[in-house]
Structures are given as C-alpha cells and as structure tokens.
C-alpha cells in the first residue's frame, strides 16, 4: 500500500486562514452543549454500575475479557505448556512451569499456570498463539478488582474454574 | 597453503555457479558449506561415519542421471553442483515428506522445538504443515520412553537418522542401541537387557536432529529461545571441556530469576571436539542449590546472617587477635583446585602479605572415574594451575596434609572455595577443624566443613566471573561471567580485596584480567598472556 | 473616613468574592460543559442525601479532597521557593481585578461610589504588568521541583507567555489610540456613545481585528488548549509536575481565576464593560426616539448584571473553545505568535494610526 501523504493544511483559501474552520468547529460543539443542555435524557451514556452493558446489549464475541483456561473432558487443562503463549506476551505476564504428565500421549502439562493480570495489557496475543485452543479471553470479566497486588497473579485453578462469560 | 598442496590435491568444482576449490576427499556437504551454501542433513554429523540414509541431501550434478547425496559424495575435478535446482527441491521436499509420514508434528509439547532441524524445514522452509497421510493412518509408536538415567525416547518423533547409533559405536565405544524391525515399522531401541547409559549418553540428545531424544534433566525446563549463551568451561574435572551455559533470557519479576539451566558442549577440536560428558553437563547444579546467600558468623554455637561490614570487621579483629597472640606460624591458608587462577593468585598473595603465614598449599577435591576419552580422574578444573602458580607451603610451612591433620599446630584456619573432606579422611578433618580458634571458609555452597567454621563468606561459582582455569595438560582457557553472582556474593578475588583493605593493606581492586597480566608477568611459563590472547578457544603452554 | 474604608473593604469583598466563587464554580463548568458538548453527562455522583445539584458538589469534594492530601515536596527541590510558587502564580489574577470596573458611579445619599476597587490612572497598562508576573509562578515552580519535565514545563511557559505578551499588548494599544485614554473606567464610558446615533461604540466595533488578536493572545496568555504545551495534562506534562495536594490545586486554580481576569478583560475592552446599549444613566434611549425613564439604582443594578452576564459568556466561550480546539504544535505555537499575531498587531496599529489621522 502506497503511503499517502495528507496535506493538512487545509484546502482553498477559507480553510487555510483557519478562521473560519474554527467558527465552524465551534458551532458544531455548541450546537451539541445547547441540544443536550435542554435535553440531557438522549446522551448515550450509561450509568454504569446500575447499568450494565453487557444486560443492555450483550458482549461481542470479540471482546477481551479475563483469561480463562479451557479444560479437556476429563477436567485436565487442554494446555500443554508449550510456552508460545509466554513467547508471545509483549508484557511478560505469563509464567508457566510445565511437569511431565502420568500419560505419555499427553506428555506435559502445565504445573504451575500464573498471569499478572496487572501486568496484562488485554492485547490477546496469547490467545492468538495457543496452538490448543487452551487460553481464551471469553471469561466477560471485565471488572478486575482485588485488595491486594499479590492476588492479580491468577493461578491455574482459578483460570481453570472460570466458564465461557456469555453466549454466541 | 602451498606446501599442503602437495600432500593433498586441490579439486576445483562449481556450487550453484560459484566455483570453488576443495581438498580431495571432502564430500559436497562440507564443500557447500565452506562457502556459505547450506545443505539440508539429518543424518550426516562431522563428527560421525557417514551414513547416508536419509536422503535429505540429494543434489543434481550435471551429468549424473540421479540425483546424490551431497553428504556421501567427494568432490571431484569440473564438478558442476546445484543444490536448489527444481529437481534438487523437489526431491527435498519429497523426502521430507517421507520423514514427516509417520510424524507426529506434536512440536507444542515436544521439548526440541525451536532448535529441530525437522520444524525448521518444514515448517519455515517448505511450509508442509498439511500431512497427506491421515493422522489415524499415522503409525503409533511408544512415547515418552526412560531409556537411559538421563534419556527419554519418542519413537514417534524419530527420523531414523543412526546418528545415535553411530554415536554410541564410534564415540562413547558402548553399543547400546540400534533399529530393530523392518521398512515402516523399523524403530530405535536399546539392545535387549541394556540401557543407553554410557558416561557421554546426552550427546545424543544433541546430536538427535529431531526431538526423538531429549534429556531428562532439561526436558520441559524451559524452551531453548528463552535461553542466551556464554562460553566456558565445565568445572567437572581437569580436562576442561569447552562449554556453552545456558541461562533464561526473560525474568518474570518475582517468579523467576536467572539461573543456568544446561551446559551444551562447545566446539573445540583441541579438547573436546564437540562432545561432554553426563557427570560433567550436570555440574551446573551447584550453581543454582545450596547456596551460601549471605556472610555467616557463628554466635554462641549458632550460625547466623550478618552483613558483609561486619563480616569483615570480625575477621578483621579475629585475624589480628591471632597474628598478636600467637604469630603467623600457627595460622593456615588453603586455596582450591576448583578456584579461578586470578582468585587463587590473589589468595597466595593474601596469604603471604595479609596472613604473613608461610601455611599455604591448596586442596584437590574429589577423584573418581576416569578414561581416554574426555573424563579424567581429577574431578577438579584447575589442579594445573594451581601447581603452575606455586600455591605450597613456603619456608618453614607445613602443608595440607598436615594443615587438616588433628596434630596440626594452627589455631585459625582460612579455607577458599573448597571441601577438606572431599580429598582427606572425613574424621581426622573433623577433628582438626574442631580444635580451631578461627575458621574462616569462604565459599559459593554449603559443604560438610561448614559445621566447624566460625565463619563463612559467600563467594560467586565459576559462571559468575570471569577468570581462566588451567586444564590437565596445560592449555589456558577462559571462563566468561555469564549472570550476575547471587545478590550477597561476591567473586572471591573481590572478598580478598575488601578484607585486605580493611586490614589496611593498600591493595587496589583489579579486575580478573589485570591480575591475569601480573600473574603472566611473574610465571614465566605464562608469560605474555592476557585475556585478548586466550580467547575464547584457549592458548596450551 | 472610616466609611470609605467600609466601601472599599466591601467592593474588594465582593469581587474577590466574585473571582474565586466563579473560578471554582468553573471547574465544575468546565467539566458539565465538556460532558455536554461530547454526549456525556459529566459529575454527576457526589451528593448530600441523595441530591446531586447537577453535579454541583464535585468542586466542594474536590476541595476537601485537594485540602486533605499530602503536601508532598520532592527531596531536593527547593523548598522554600517550591512552597511558594502557587501563590505567585494566583496572585496576578487576583490582583488584575481590582481595575476592572463592573459598574457605573453608584450616587447613594449624596456619595458618589466608584463601582471599581482602584481607580487607578494608568489602569490597562497597571493590568498588563501585573499579568507578565504571571510568569514567575510558573517558572518557579517549575524551576524549584528539581524535575527535568518540570522544568522543561516552565520553559515552554515562559517562552510561550513572554511570546504572546507582546501580541496582547500590542493588540489593543488601536484601542487606547481611538479612545485616547488607559483608564478602564474611561474606557468603558466612551464604549457607552453611539456613532451615527444608532450604533454603540463598542470596542469590537471599531478594532475587531484587534478583538480577534486579543483574543487570542489571552487565551495563549492563559495556557489553555489550543495553547496549553505548557502542561499538556494528558501526555507531557508541566511544570506542577511535582506538585500535589492544595498547591497543585492553586495552580489550578489559578487557571480558572485567569479566565475570569480574561473574560472580564475581553468584556471591559471590547463589549462596552458594564453598558447596555441605549441604556444612559437616566434610562433607555432608542434611536427611533423612544425612551423609558429608569430610575437611577436600577439602572446601576442593570449594568453590574449585564457586566456579570457578559463575564460569563466569555467564561463559557473560553471554555468552548478550549473543548474543541486541538492543541498546537510548539513550532506552530510560535510561528503562530512571531510570525503572525505580532506583524498583524503591529499593522493594525499603523491602519488605525491612518484612520485616526484622516479622521481628525
Ligand atoms: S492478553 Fe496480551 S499481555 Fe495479556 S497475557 Fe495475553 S499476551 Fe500477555
Ligand atoms: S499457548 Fe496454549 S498450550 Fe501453549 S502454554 Fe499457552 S495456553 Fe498452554
Ligand atoms: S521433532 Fe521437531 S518437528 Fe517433530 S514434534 Fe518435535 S519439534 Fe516438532
Ligand atoms: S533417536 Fe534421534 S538420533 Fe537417533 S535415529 Fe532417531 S532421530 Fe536419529
Ligand atoms: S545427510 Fe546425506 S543422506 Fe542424510
């Protein structure tokens, strides 16, 4: 793709002396202030912990939530500890130590599974990566709250425990 | 250059349109390679017998029919090679997908990936992440398999390259494996009743091009992108096998910190070719457990934490305290084979213009298993250097033997960087250390002796300094600082220095490769060596 | 005697009064009238019992909150300096005011009351020295927090304010050649003739250029977007980088009492201060010769109103302004005020010079 380069200085004499563009820009904001100042009731806001979005209209699927682990049937975390995920984390908020599974057609699994979810910049990189489909952003937690930094660093049984946040 | 040609006839030959010349005798492979055109191999390794067998290596030489293997075949005068004609691809790519048929292509949980020779080809190279052969059609083999102390085998994953096979005949000289079965089922095994468990076994894992074979001791540790190299040598005995060591790359604040994960052997045709052996890959393991993190000091019986000010304020007192009551004579200082030679030299030094004592020798560590290959009995990296640089009692001394004896004379004791039980009877060192007044170990682990000490300085292990260690016949090689020591420890010339100072001695803090230079300019055997001319191959006296 | 001094304690009550209760009432403003132009709906949590007063109550939080928090002085910054910074740079806008005439002479028993705290002779040029002390606030502040972006902050300031000083006050020396005075008072008089009898003579309707420039020399002067490099709260940061608790707040503030100084200012020098049009001192005045007599208290109450009135039009316009303009570049910033204002300020000097000349 070629680069256009925009001049942005304006087209035709009016909007190079800007003033009247300013003028303009400015009956745009006041047309705005005086239309909600009269009717404040159409502003799209919405009050959000008495009202939730994702009650109102629902989570797009493409939304990225709080990660959660996905399991196999038979409860075992389908990742395999292959650390692309880890790889792929442009904040190196992922720490994974993998150990040598009971079943040799699984051959690891991971150990420990820990995200600094403080760390975490929601970029789902990782999610990208996972050749297994084992980490997913699906959770629809958006609220991450905790009393202490210690507890952002969410461990494998709590990512494993988290379900799919919403339907399709 | 010349007066080789006589011996050894020069071909010329053409590689994809450059023309080269190559002794008689060297195969395409090699030719290509000194040129800078890389030929695709699995089952041919420089080091090895050739066996051809896995036809990743096919070229087209013009005027011959059939394609051949560039690993097999010398170079031969008006030989016109090329390695990326269509055909020659084609072929490639064929073979590769032979190789992959019975493939499981499971790399996310296979411990090679990263540094496959298989991945790199057909995942970056030809882009065959599809298989033709259905995966239930794929042939299930055992996975996961211990067949050795340090090895675990995938049958699945392995190319049938023999370069194992090869290895444990021509190298490590224990047959103990080989295939068994024929065509599509042919399959890796040990020999009935036996394990792949010769002293050099993890080369094989090295060598394995694919993840067929991977080490116990690394297997899942980490993946080998998160790791950065230094060169070395291994500490495990006097024959100095050049090394790489292995350390993480990226730290996760607070869960992971660096440390050395593997040794990799590290070419060197001088010493060790490019091989190491099982005992000596595994040494790294003192410089992650036990650590002594921070200066002790024994108080009422107790050992306990102090800082290093007032670490070295006790010795300060406690030296002296002996130096005035009962002079020089009756204070001992040890060094250690296993020490750098700047440490060791600046501990003579210390003995003599600190200590004042004329009590000096150095201590030999364990001895064990020995052979003609790499291993040798002196399971220390420097006795060498310890003796070239005259580290024994002066006039009037008396030495380690006699040091560590129960009838010894001493009433403080300065042990550096090793364990007196390791080399003398285990109750007579017991004994003589009990009747100590003052014993001062300096030290990167927690050893046996430590019991008696009344104090114990941290000190840095070898791969968190820089320093040279002297092999068994005399060859000069560099040690490189590959992390940083643990927070409290120090180098051991660096705590030689601060307590030199504190004592009031006028000693400037030199660097290792300063004191390489004062040692090359009092040793004649060393002399003119320095830190640019060691290298990192290494310089025999 | 002692009643003079009553008069005086009791107009400088009311406009100190006046200037920080609009300052503070502005931040509140600012941030309802923001929420409004971009479809928000802005402060609107902090409550007593459940009423909100349209979010009225943010700016009392705000201040017990700014009140509260820890005066924090950085190690090494100068401490004494550091401390005092906030107050040099509200004192200028506080000061300003005390020229500004916000109405007419108040005639009560027998006592003519100058609606004005100081009448002083030189007045404008009184205003423009006060105003380019303005500086020194921030520049110490800067200065003193031993902060390279804090001090990197102070420099964009000085340079910027000292740059549009000279437009500012070149812009309306048209003005003073036209009305032939620097007293504010004066000044506002005259804005009250009419030319050709219909039209006020306002200042905006003989030297809108000038109104133009000053304009936007002030708001330049008063560090707000599209102006406001100096602290750029979003991304670069300025020289109250250091500063916390009620300093910063004072800083803060500082920038709103500015807009009111600036308001006050657009409105004395260019929209006739305190007039009404047709509005004389005995009532209405129509051209088509239609009058309505008024009696004298309530004319003074009309044009202290109509001065209020105006005052919070440019408040609010300011505000405007600063809520749609994005910022300048700093290069643009000062080509912008050398390279533009000043030629344009200076012109229009040369062009009234003309007018008045031929005039005359
Ligand atoms: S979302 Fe991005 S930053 Fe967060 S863990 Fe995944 S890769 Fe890392
Ligand atoms: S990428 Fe997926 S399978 Fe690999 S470690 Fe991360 S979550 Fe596990
Ligand atoms: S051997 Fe190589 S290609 Fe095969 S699974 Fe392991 S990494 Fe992947
Ligand atoms: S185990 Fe590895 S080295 Fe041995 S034959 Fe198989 S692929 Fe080759
Ligand atoms: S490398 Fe030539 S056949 Fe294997």
């Known amino acids: 793709m070629a680069m256009v380069v925009k001049d942005n200085n304006g087209q035709g004499f009016l909007e190079k002396i800007y003033i009247p563009e300013i003028i303009r820009g400015l009956l745009v904001t006041s047309r705005h202030f005086f239309k909600n100042l009269f009717n404040i009731k159409q502003v799209p806001t919405i009050y959000y912990p008495e009202e939730r979005t994702e009650v109102k209209w629902g989570l797009s699927p493409r939304w990225r939530g709080r990660h959660r682990l996905t399991r196999k049937d038979d409860g075992m975390p389908r990742c395999t500890a292959c650390m692309l995920c880890a790889t792929a984390c442009p904040s190196h908020c992922i720490y994974i130590e993998p150990t040598e599974s009971a079943d040799p057609a699984v051959e690891k699994y991971p150990a420990v599974f820990m995200i600094d979810e403080l760390r975490c910049v929601f970029c789902g990189l990782c999610v990208e990566a996972c050749p297994c489909d084992a980490i997913r952003m699906d959770s629809g937690i958006y609220s991450l709250t905790e009393y202490s930094r210690a507890n952002f660093l969410y461990e494998k049984d709590v990512l494993m425990a988290t379900e799919r946040g919403y339907k399709d | 250059m010349s007066a080789r040609n006589q011996e050894i006839e020069v071909k010329n030959l053409t590689i994809n349109g450059q023309a080269l010349q190559a002794e008689d005798g060297t195969v395409i492979l090699e030719a290509a390679r000194s040129i800078g055109i890389f030929i695709p191999h699995y089952c041919y390794h420089p080091k090895l017998s050739i066996a051809g067998c896995c036809r990743m290596c096919l070229v087209e030489i013009q005027g011959q029919p059939k394609l051949q293997p560039a690993c097999r075949t010398p170079v031969e005068e008006g030989m016109i090679v090329s390695t990326d004609s269509s055909k020659a691809i084609r072929a490639q790519r064929a073979q590769l997908e032979f190789l992959l048929l019975n493939h499981p292509i499971d790399c996310p949980i296979c411990d090679q990936a990263g540094e496959c020779g298989l991945q790199d080809f057909y995942m970056m190279e030809f882009g065959q992440h599809k298989s033709r052969f259905a995966k239930e059609e794929k042939i299930k083999r055992p996975k996961a398999v211990a067949i050795g102390p340090h090895i675990v085998f995938d049958a699945e994953r392995c190319i049938l390259c023999t370069r194992c096979i090869r290895f444990c005949i021509e190298i490590a000289k224990q047959p103990e494996i080989g295939t068994k079965n024929r065509g599509n089922h042919s399959q890796i095994t040990t020999f009935p009743g036996q394990q792949l468990d010769n002293p050099y076994s993890i080369n094989t894992v090295d060598i394995c091009p694919v993840g067929a074979l991977t080490s116990k001791d690394f297997r899942f540790k980490i993946r080998p992108w998160f790791l950065y190299s230094t060169p070395s040598v291994c500490p495990g005995c006097a024959n100095g096998c050049n090394i790489f060591i292995c350390i993480n790359k990226k730290h996760y604040v607070n869960l992971q910190r660096a440390q050395i994960y593997r040794l990799k052997p590290k070419e060197n045709p001088e010493v060790n070719d490019c091989w190491l052996c099982d005992e000596g890959r595994l040494s790294y393991k003192l410089v992650n457990e036990n650590r002594v993190l921070q200066p002790h000091i024994r108080q009422d019986g107790q050992l306990v934490l102090v800082s290093w000010e007032r670490a070295i304020n006790e010795i300060k007192n406690r030296v002296q305290k002996i130096l005035t009551e009962y002079g020089p004579q009756r204070i001992g200082a040890l060094a250690s084979s296993k020490a750098t030679n700047e440490a060791n030299y600046l501990f003579k030094k210390f003995a003599h213009e600190v200590l004042e004592t004329p009590n000096l020798d150095f201590l030999k560590g364990l001895t064990g298993y020995g052979d003609d290959f790499l291993i040798r009995e002196d399971k220390t990296p420097n006795t060498r250097g310890a003796i070239d640089l005259e580290i024994g009692p002066g006039a009037g001394g008396i030495g380690a033997a006699e040091m560590l004896s129960p009838a010894n004379p001493l009433k403080g004791l300065w042990i550096m960087g090793a364990e007196p039980t390791e080399s003398y009877d285990n109750e007579q060192v017991n004994e003589a250390l009990a009747s100590l007044e003052l014993l001062i170990i300096q030290t990167s682990n927690f050893t046996a002796s430590c019991q008696w000490a009344h104090i114990i300085l941290p000190s840095a292990t070898f791969a968190e300094v820089d320093g040279t260690f002297i092999n068994y016949k005399g060859r000069v090689q560099r040690v490189f600082k590959a992390m940083q020591p643990r927070p409290e420890s120090l180098a051991n010339e660096v705590i030689l220095g601060r307590v030199a100072r504190a004592m009031g001695y006028d000693w400037q803090e030199h660097t290792p490769a300063e004191i390489m230079r004062q040692i090359a300019a009092e040793i004649p055997r060393y002399h003119g060596l320095d830190y640019e001319k060691i290298g990192d191959k290494g310089i025999q006296t | ?360």
């Not at chain 3, 107009?11 to 479809?39: H, P, Y």
């Not at chain 3, 020194?136 to 000085?158: F, K, P």
């Not at chain 3, 003739?193 to 420039?213: C, N, R, T």
């Open chain 3, 1 to 360: 005697m002692i009643l003079d001094a009553l008069i005086i304690l009791i107009k400088l009550a009311l406009v100190l009064g006046m200037i920080m209760n609009l300052a503070g009432l502005l931040t509140w403003a600012e941030r309802k009238q923001s929420a409004l132009m971009q479809d928000r709906i802005g402060p609107n949590r902090a409550n007593i019992f459940g009423f909100t007063f349209y979010g009225l109550l943010h700016p009392i939080a705000d201040g017990i909150k700014l009140i509260t928090k820890e005066d924090f002085i950085p190690a090494r910054a100068n401490k004494a300096i550091h401390s005092l910074a906030p107050a040099v740079a509200m004192f200028p806008a506080l000061v300003t005011y005390a020229v500004i005439p916000f109405g007419d002479i108040l005639r009560v028993g027998g006592r003519e009351i100058n609606l004005q705290v100081a009448d002083l002779s030189v007045g404008i040029i009184f205003i423009f020295s006060i105003a380019s002390l303005a500086i020194y606030g921030v520049m110490l502040g800067g200065w003193s927090s031993h902060n390279n972006y804090s001090l990197l902050g102070g420099l964009r300031a000085a340079a910027q304010m000292i740059s549009y000083e000279i437009a500012m006050g070149l812009s309306i020396v048209g003005l003073l050649m036209i009305y032939g005075t620097v007293e504010l008072d004066d000044l506002v008089r005259q804005q009250g003739y009419l030319i050709g009898g219909w039209l006020p003579q306002w200042g905006i309707v003989v030297q809108p250029a000038a109104f133009f420039l000053f304009l936007c020399a002030a708001i330049a002067e008063n560090k707000r977007t599209p102006f406001d490099l100096p602290e750029g709260e979003s991304e670069i940061i300025g020289y109250f980088l250091e500063y916390s608790g009620m300093r910063f707040g004072m800083f803060f503030l500082a920038e709103f009492a500015d807009i009111v100084v600036a308001s006050a200012l657009l409105t004395t020098l260019f929209f006739g201060g305190w007039q009404i049009p047709f509005l004389m001192a005995d009532g209405f005045h129509l051209p088509g010769g239609f009058s309505l007599a008024l009696p004298h208290l309530l004319v003074v109450v009309l044009q202290v109103a109509a001065f209020g009135l105006k005052v919070v039009f440019f408040c609010w316009f300011l505000l405007l302004v600063r809520w749609t303009l994005p910022r300048f570049r700093y290069d643009q910033l000062m080509r912008l005020g050398w390279k533009y204002l000043f030629p344009l300020t200076l012109a229009n000097i040369f062009i009234t010079g003309l007018i008045v000349l031929a005039l005359a």
